[in-house]
């Protein structure tokens, strides 16, 4: 079975569990999770409020003796949080900044779908794995997904409670390779999003990177000066990481 | 503007204050309104509960000495009330049963939708105006809505806190009609219905029937028993009536 949830609002515990869950925010957080962990990061601990990230990020300061191998990322409105070393734009997170590093990072929306869709800490309700897609690990996203088997929730963040369009077209990419590939049984939404990535996308996405720019996250993002980071979250399969979120921490496995 | 809401747990007051907005309930609330006043219906009277709707029949009978006239309508699970006339079924809506009465209407979430939309009964925070479609009265709606002038948002019902279909597909007819005529700016989940309808049911609309049919609740209703509402639900245009929700009552004004 194959369904999508548009927004983390209406991702409910049932749609989760025991299930294959894969997180989508393609604008912009999973696209910098990815980007960060394709770069070398060590892993990313996701907070949700910038003082939880502080905090952790304080205390594991205070029982090293450092702060030598920690960074700070996140945003609030789309900028940078003051006093952290990195934003949520993917362009930020190069080899150079993050190769080695634990990343306590916070996003308004990506880091509570992260959690919404892991379930409880005591293992109550979530889902059996939870996995970290943007279109740069698109492909490598799907066909975990195949191999692992079983029933597959593609969870969209969404935009303060609304649908994006960028979340559901990459949904729509992942669903219908997963359509070519295996049988399986389609909900309303997945079914939707695969034709709807295939009217907007084209079947081989060259109208991809129009199509998310078009979005209205993109055009907010766009006025906010983060043009550069919409053509980078639009391209797809640049990398076949799979990252998962375990147990508070985003890694490959 | 022209914006979606996929379903009736995802609207919010803001969504709809101050603008026009289309409530959609293809399988089978809004057709079944659709059908009920095209039939000559005089006026029907949403309940949020089988309950609500008897005390009001039985008040409204009383007042007027007697049950002439009156008629209870409804589903639960997708079948007829108990003690009730009339199910959710259009096709029991005919001239001969409904012409001239006046029928209390109960569905799961068809109605609840309306009152959301409408807001408040003291004037606060609603709609506008609140037009009720389907796919029986699609472009009398989209023409009313474009006579209207203003925002405008096509509120789906969905289908238990899901997304439905036939409901994005409705919307996403309504908002291709509108994109052709005038010049809106079109939310994401505006655009991405508009291309959904071309692509799942044509330019045309020569699949729309093949579309609906293929969606989740379709396919329950038709292992219920109810197959030839879902062709009925799914077929364009048989009617420019466009019924309008205002102060409890849906009418033809």
Redesign the interface.
Known sequence: MVD?V??L??L?PRDVSGRVAVVIDVLRATSTLVTALAAGAREVRPAATPREARVRYDRLAAARGGTEGLLLGGERMGLRIEGFDLGNSPLEYTPERVSGKTIFFTTTNGTRTLRRAAGTRTGGGGARRVLVAAFLNATAVAKEVLSAEGDVVLCCAGTR?????ED?LLAGFIAAHLERNAPFVF???A??AA??Y???AGEDGRDLARAVA????ARHLTALGFGDDIVLCATLDTTDIVPEYRRGRVVVP
Do not use: Y
Not at 161 to 165: E, I, T, Y
Not at 214 to 217: E, I, K, L, V, Y
């Open positions: 999508v548009p927004t609002q209406a409910r409670g609304g649908f994006s369009l559901i909900r309303d939404l079914r939707a034709a709807l295939r009217s907007m078009a979005a209205d996250h």
